[in-house]
Each structure stands twice: as structure tokens, then as C-alpha cells.
């Protein structure tokens, strides 16, 4: 299968401060990319998502930045508050499968200290 | 309506139970999906479904049985389970080939 893995299994940042979540993939034919958030006991929530053509997306409070050349993606969040404590994942597409099929990485633990 | 609605929430079946999980979209999406979640772990692709047609069975044990009665509902019968089966079972829908919604999932435990 694919390989989505992630640098950093736990990030703990102070309430306030900004965040980044890291994520590595291997296929370089993935064409589009989503970050979703997973609280406990929760089903994951779609945070934002980004296609290959594209280096930088942004939402509220929450950046993706895509670098293809190292096959390399991010997760920023500013001024990260207590409610952001959750886990995330990145997934990642590669439109070969001819299938909406998504495989995901290993997910980041975000402790926010307040 | 922008919900993914799975029911029951949790479920407590012995190994010989036959039992099933529902999954339920309003959203007009034509693509569903199963997912099983172990503890810790990231989601892992089950099955696929498209325009009520299987497209993707990930090798998934015939004691699980997906069924897509129409475009809004998606089944899992569940059948002689194993206690290792015990996990978070998450459905998930899409459309156009981008984004996934998920529902909250049911916690199944097999004893």
C-alpha cells in the first residue's frame, strides 16, 4: 500500500502559540491531499484539503502548505486554543486507484496547555 | 442536511451473533465508504461503494458483509466475529472525487 507517514507522534504547544503538523508521503502521483481532526470518540472531521497544482491553501486559522518536490505536507494553526487538542491525519489521493480512495497517515497527538 | 448518522453508536455482540451497522447520507453524495479504526491507529479503507455498486473490497474477511440498499443508506452485517474485530467502525461519503464526510461511528465490541 501506500506509505503516508508523519515526523512527530505528539505536539504539545501553549494555548495561544501556533502550531505545525508535519506529514511525509511517498507517492509522488498523489494529486490531492486532506487534513482531517479526530477527538476522542469522534468520527474524523474534514479540516482542509489541497490539490497537487497548489502549494499553499488557506481557512480559518488553519494553513496547508504542499511541497511536492520533497513530497512533503503541513498543517499550520494559529493561535492554537484548547480546542484544537485532538488528533490529526493527513491522507493523501492518488487519482490512479480510478477510485475515490484515500489512504492516511499515522496521525499527530496536538496537546494545547492552556 | 451535511451529516454522515451511523447507528448504533455502540454495540456489544458475542461471537456467534449475527448483527448490523447503518450508515446514512442526505447529502446527494454517490460514493460510500467503510472504514474500521483500531485504537491509536489511523482509519483503514474496508470497502467502497459507487453509485450502489461494490468497487473496492480491501481483502476484508467474508464474516463482514457491506450491502447499499440505495444511494443514501450503507449496511455492514456483521457475522461470527472475532474479539480482534473489536474496533471503531466508521462510514464515510463523497462526491466528485474530493473529500470525505464521516460519521461519528459505532464502537463495536466483540466478546
Known amino acids: 500500500g501506500e506509505s503516508v507517514g508523519l515526523h ?3 505536539l504539545s504547544v501553549q494555548e495561544g502559540d501556533n502550531s505545525i503538523i508535519n506529514c511525509a508521503y511517498s507517492n509522488s502521483a498523489s494529486d490531492y491531499f486532506i487534513w482531517y481532526k479526530q ?5 474524523p472531521q474534514f479540516i482542509i484539503d489541497i490539490r497537487s497544482n497548489m502549494d499553499k491553501r488557506q481557512g480559518q486559522r488553519v494553513t496547508v502548505l504542499l511541497n511536492k518536490t520533497v513530497k512533503h505536507l503541513s498543517l499550520q494553526i494559529a493561535a492554537t486554543q484548547p480546542g484544537d487538542s485532538a488528533v490529526y491525519f493527513c491522507a493523501e489521493r492518488n487519482e490512479g486507484n480510478n477510485f ?3 489512504y492516511f497517515g499515522s496521525g499527530t497527538k496536538l496537546n494545547v496547555k492552556p | 442536511d451535511t451529516e454522515v448518522t451511523q447507528t448504533p453508536k455502540h454495540l456489544v455482540m458475542g461471537m456467534t451473533n449475527k448483527k448490523s451497522l ?3 447520507q442526505h447529502m446527494g453524495h454517490r460514493a460510500m465508504y467503510w472504514y474500521k479504526q483500531k ?4 482509519p483503514e479503507l474496508m470497502f467502497v461503494y459507487s453509485y450502489e455498486k461494490l468497487s473496492i473490497n480491501e481483502s476484508v474477511p467474508s464474516r463482514f458483509s457491506p450491502e447499499c440498499p440505495n444511494s443514501s443508506l450503507l449496511n455492514l ?10 474496533a471503531l467502525y466508521l462510514c464515510a ?6 473529500g470525505y464526510t464521516f460519521g461519528s461511528g459505532t464502537r463495536l465490541t466483540v466478546v
Open chain 1, 39 to 43: 477527538e476522542s470518540g469522534k468520527g
Open chain 2, 22 to 24: 447503518k450508515c446514512e
Open chain 2, 77 to 86: 452485517h456483521l457475522h461470527a466475529l472475532q474479539p480482534e474485530d473489536s
Open chain 2, 39 to 42: 485504537a491509536k491507529k489511523p
Open chain 1, 8 to 10: 512527530l507522534p505528539t
Open chain 1, 100 to 102: 475515490n480512495k484515500f
Open chain 2, 93 to 98: 461519503s463523497s462526491q466528485d472525487n474530493y
